[in-house]
């Protein structure tokens, strides 16, 4: 079965909130509660253009900028936190939903032989994915927690999704990056990946093809044949 990509792609990385689970979902909920909390409307564009695929701390940052508001790195990181906190009060109450075509995706790349990776700004991404079933998939993980101990810098950068393909013993230019967010396919294109495919959860095709992917499906597995 042909996993619709290039030939030179021997390696796949994958965001996990929004490519593989529904997650973004109860990300944005949290997102929402949080901010409308401290008095600040937000919506679903403000998330798509502020938070979407960011580190915690960075997208609450780049929203509050957004409002004319530079408030103490003290005070990110709280309402950082208060977010997380939240987000997984949610998941344990709501669960998690892998999306059905991203699994079919994901066993056909399996069957094919490819080493996967998963890349994602999530903290959480270790209970997503058990949650999800999807650990088994997995060959390499680059969550929130890695790019904190390691320092890198959060998407658009592409540090996260070099430190993936490191992990795999791949080059950039023979991997894949499969995204939902801005920030994430700008990454992809900035490491130099072979190939950038954008995932349209938010009715931004035009967008994620303006940001670097090559590519953009509605579901994973239109690309299969």
């Known amino acids: 079965m042909s996993l619709g990509i290039p030939e030179k792609i021997t390696a796949l990385l994958f965001d996990l909130d929004g490519v593989l689970t529904s997650t973004a979902v109860l990300h944005r909920k949290a997102w929402r509660q949080t901010f409308e909390n401290m008095g600040q409307p937000f919506s679903e ?15 609450v940052r780049s929203f509050l900028a957004s409002r004319g508001l530079t408030p103490p790195e003290e ?11 939240l987000v ?23 069957e094919a032989g490819l080493p996967i990776g ?10 997503v994915l058990k949650a999800g079933d999807l650990t088994e998939f997995v060959d390499a993980l680059v969550d929130g927690n890695v790019i904190t101990e390691q320092h890198l810098n959060g998407k658009p950068a592409p540090d996260s999704f070099l430190e993936g393909a490191r992990r795999l013993g791949i080059p950039p230019e023979h991997a894949a990056v499969f995204e939902d ?19 349209d959860r938010g009715n931004q095709r035009e967008a994620l093809k303006a940001n670097g992917a090559d590519v953009v499906v509605d579901e994973l597995d239109e690309l299969l044949s």
């Open 45 to 59: 564009q403000d998330y798509l253009t502020y938070v979407d695929g960011k580190p915690r701390y960075d997208g």
């Open 75 to 85: 005070e990110i990181r709280r309402v950082g936190d208060l977010k997380n906190d």
């Open 88 to 110: 997984n009060r949610i998941i344990d109450e709501e669960g998690i939903t892998p999306y059905p075509a991203s699994v079919r995706y994901l066993q056909a790349a399996r």
């Open 118 to 127: 998963v890349v994602t700004s999530s903290a959480n991404a270790t209970k």
């Open 181 to 199: 967010a801005l920030s994430g396919v700008a990454a992809g294109h900035a490491g130099g990946f072979g190939h950038v495919v954008g995932v």
